[in-house]
């Protein structure tokens, strides 16, 4: 049964936790099972492949706990010389167990073991692996095509010496070799024969190796030495703890939804993601013009470059050799861009779990994309945006996913933006994606959820701390609505000085804010006051005469009381005209006229630098006396409201402010 993908009709603001990573996981698993001793993987993924790889070291004689709810995996293993003598090994279609559970049981000399898979993985790559092992002593009995899965081996152990590898069809052939060598029999070197792909998942194995204690190194050249490895456990004590890190593979599909919907998503611990080549593909959507990026402590922040419009590329040829577990992110969601793209450098995915070109390319037709194949690369071409909405108007479009999980969730991702109907893709066969992260649509699902909330932020501050410049990029990236309501003040202040009634003449105010009939416009993404119908132009309320009367306006309870009503009437006015929510600045927002606001937060900076930044506006007015005044005056004083979060501004860029606001606003949405 398909499953129908519904858009984010009015952006995307989300924070995602993202799955542990696969590649890490299962690295993980094998080399505390070749280490020997006990070993707890914290933050472990849980999915079928990490699933077959647990089951394979069971068979083999480790002892393996799962504690799914805590995310960790515990393994005890006498070491890569003490695995079961014998054992029937099933790898499903998961690479990384076909190739690193193979290298690791002919490291038991005299074991014989029976290999079998899902049918897609007879015809994944495997014979420069095979070749390698047969060079170390192994022998081989297929059951169906040579040097394909079904096999039994007849382990020989690893002589060491020189390892010569194939591994231009996968970069696993050469890191399951690589994770063996210390075990070899004496000082092994693995050289590589022609080239590999995906080099940084290599890297990624000599340096997770380095963490369970195994000493490998390139020399340069396809040279890799690996030196012997120390008796099981001694290097721990025979115990570690090992955390895996965020799935940096996972991470691209909800960068791309913020690329593509609009709006911002925040990646928790996405700075974690230190082994895996795949986060560059972060880097690849700055660089196309597809998003800004914002680091936020551990998370990161992506922040689409242009909110609910047509992605526009700066960048339209690309090389995912070293990132391709990606590269159908980026081809998905090509027809929703406005130029062509070519994606390079990807032979090697024609056999991966199915042949990603051409089912790409397939599913890519359907959505009206022109698609030209190369051998290695795939050129596409959008189709016309009144084409691709027609067709989404008309049926949802099946995308049959080849049982491949990177192609249900790529196409699902496509599917989220909205095209002016509920739902344009559905995707066959959703189940695949439990490969690597089964509950990836309950996290879409999530997303959509906290994307339609609308939220209300309240940020509050004294004068140049950089509430407007803040406000106004939060809301921009958000879809928010923003009012500024030191505007609101200096309207009010304006017609009142046009009537020739200064703020020391309160009987007169108040006898004159009753004929002052309150309205609103939208004018770029912010709510702006008209007064009798008419929009007072930004000159005549920030003239000189305004500055220096307005706090003295301000502080008149009867001018907030005659405000706070229509200020609190701008959330409604926001919702019915379709934002997704508010962002309203001033000084008593979080404390009287949004108490119950999602999000509060109190801007601050020291003195020095708000006088100078006061000045580079050219306004020469008194901060310390503006602040007494804002701070002692009886009706709404200038405090930092209960539950705000206050920020020191002093020593901080527009950006970084603007990026930690964004993160507790996303953060308070997915609570």
Known sequence: MGKKIEVFRNGCRAAVDLPGSKSVTNRAMILAALTGGRARLEGALFSRDTLIMADCLSKLGCRVDLHEGERAVEIASGGAREFAPSADLFVGNAGTAARFVTAAAALRAGGVYSFDSDKAMYLRPMKGLFDSLRGQGSRFEFFG?????????????????????????????????????????????????GETVSLPFVAMTLAQMGQFGLCARSLGGGRFSAEPAEPAGAATDGSRSYSVEPDATAASYFAMLAALAGGVVLLRRFGECRLQGDADFLRVLEEAGL????????????????????ARMRRHEFDFNAISDTFLTLAAAAPLLDSPVEICGI???????????????????KLGAAVREGEG???????????LARMAAAAPVAIRTYEDHRIAMAFSIAGCVNLGSDCW???ENPECVSKTWPDFFEALGRARADSEKFATVAVDGGAAVGKSSVSRECSKALGYMHVDTGAHYRTVAFGLLERGIGPSDVSAVEGVLGELKLGAVIEGGSARMTLNGELADDSLIRSRRVNENVAGFAALAQVRGFLKNYQRSMADFARRNGFGGLIMEGRDIGSVIFPDAGVKIFLDADEATRAARRAKEGISDSITKRDAMDRSR????????EGAVRIDTSHMTKEEVVAKTLSLILESQSR
């Open 634 to 641: 009886k009706t709404a004083p200038l405090v930092c409201a």
């Open 425 to 427: 893709i559905e995707i």
């Open 377 to 387: 690369s795939v050129r596409i071409a959008p189709p016309d945006p009144g084409e």
């Open 347 to 365: 032979a090697h995915t024609r056999a991966q779990e199915t042949d990603r070109i051409a089912a790409v390319s397939a599913e890519l037709s």
């Open 145 to 193: 095509k040579p040097d394909c899965f079904p096999f039994k081996m007849f382990a020989g152990g690893l002589r060491g010496g020189e390892i010569r590898v194939d591994a231009s069809a996968s970069s696993q052939i050469l890191s399951a070799l690589l994770m063996a060598a210390p075990f070899a029999a004496s000082p092994a070197e693995v050289r590589l024969e």
């Open 291 to 310: 998003a800004k990026l914002a680091r936020v402590g551990g998370d990161m922040l992506v922040i689409s470059s242009v909110p609910g419009g047509r």
